[in-house]
């Protein structure tokens, strides 16, 4: 059995080749490498530079090498930005998905699992989200994971396409230590780079309805959501019964300020946070009930706050250190 993985030159996408590869998993890596980055690839995994618009190239890879299933993780990530660019986000992550089905059914794959977000919900009212809490997103990045959802659905009547969908919240951490976060706009990679600069980071409110006054949020560590994708693609492989779609969340949250001070303590840069306003729609508190995915998927919650942090600092520091050493970013 060899898995294609979309996007497997990203953050997220990289820890899931790993994951694959430390479980004896065949991988092969397509990429565009728009935000993904060639260093990430490991050697000895083929890598395929190619869109997933483009539907003869992921064609030709499948047949040459044999794919017998997709991990999808390839897609426009930038929930905030998807706002400026919609139609750049439909068409990365809903036709990209369209063009990579249709390639899946050309050559006879009939099974998927399916990079989803929290985004689906938008901003749920309930104390735990569940798989079943209701779909409002409120950008079209998460308009479009949620199309991506239903796509897999009705190929699956259609065709008998075998699948599941996992729902990210806050993937934060390194679970190795030359894979880090480039996002511009995630929490970890945005406090580090106001530290380093010497600027105080900032948090949106601090009088939300929670025990420390900021807002609470489902962080979860990229190497446990690598694992879970293993899992499902193992649980795929078997024929057992699998879910439609699964929540990959701990059931319990950290507060932004609970964040901050686990930065403090990991990076040795003593800070007191700017205090800002609070940014408009900010939930005070989103988190998920990960049962299903525990049942299911060995989900698990294997790392602390602090662990999180370090890890994520300590691929920071490397990749810093690389570029120095290079005299380049790459």
């Not at 406090?191 to 900021?214: H, K, M, Q, R, S």
């Not at 959501?225 to 439609?244: C, Q, Y």
């Amino acid at each position: 059995m060899t898995w294609m993985v979309t996007g497997g030159a990203g953050y997220i996408g990289a820890h899931v080749v790993r994951a694959l590869i430390n479980a004896d998993m065949a991988a092969v890596i397509v990429d565009d490498l728009s935000s993904g980055l060639k260093r990430f690839v490991p050697d000895g995994v083929p890598f395929v530079q190619a869109d997933i618009l483009d539907k003869d190239a992921l064609v030709q890879a499948m047949t040459a090498h044999g794919i017998t299933g997709v991990i999808h993780v390839a897609g426009f990530k930038y929930a905030g930005v998807s706002v400026q660019r919609p139609l750049h986000t439909y068409t990365q992550n809903v036709t990209g998905t369209v063009s990579l089905l249709e390639a899946m059914h050309d050559c006879g794959i009939d099974q998927i699992v399916f990079s989803s977000s929290a985004a689906v919900f938008g901003t749920p009212h309930v104390d735990q989200v569940t798989e079943t809490t209701a779909k409002e997103p409120l950008s079209p990045y998460g308009e479009s994971k949620l199309i991506g959802e239903w796509l897999l659905r009705d190929q699956a009547h259609a065709v008998g396409l075998r699948h599941t969908s996992l729902r990210y919240f806050n993937v934060v951490g390194c679970g190795d230590p030359t894979i880090y976060d480039t996002s511009p706009h995630n929490l970890f990679p945005r406090v580090f780079e106001a530290l380093v600069a010497g600027v105080v980071p900032t948090i949106n409110g601090n009088d939300y309805p929670t025990p420390d006054g900021t807002n609470v949020r489902d962080y979860v560590h990229v190497a446990d959501i690598a694992a879970a994708h293993v899992a499902a693609a193992k649980r795929l492989e078997s024929k057992n019964t699998i879910e439609p779609a699964y929540n990959l969340g701990s059931g319990d949250g950290l507060s932004v300020s609970e964040i901050m001070r686990a930065v403090a303590k990991v990076t040795g840069i003593p800070f007191s946070p700017q205090i800002a306003e609070r940014r408009v729609g900010d939930p005070p508190r989103i988190v998920a009930n990960g049962d299903l995915a525990a049942r299911d998927l060995d989900w698990k919650m294997r790392h602390t706050a602090e662990e999180m942090v370090r890890s994520a600092w300590e691929a920071r520091l490397r990749a810093e250190n690389n570029r120095h050493d290079n005299g380049s970013a790459e």
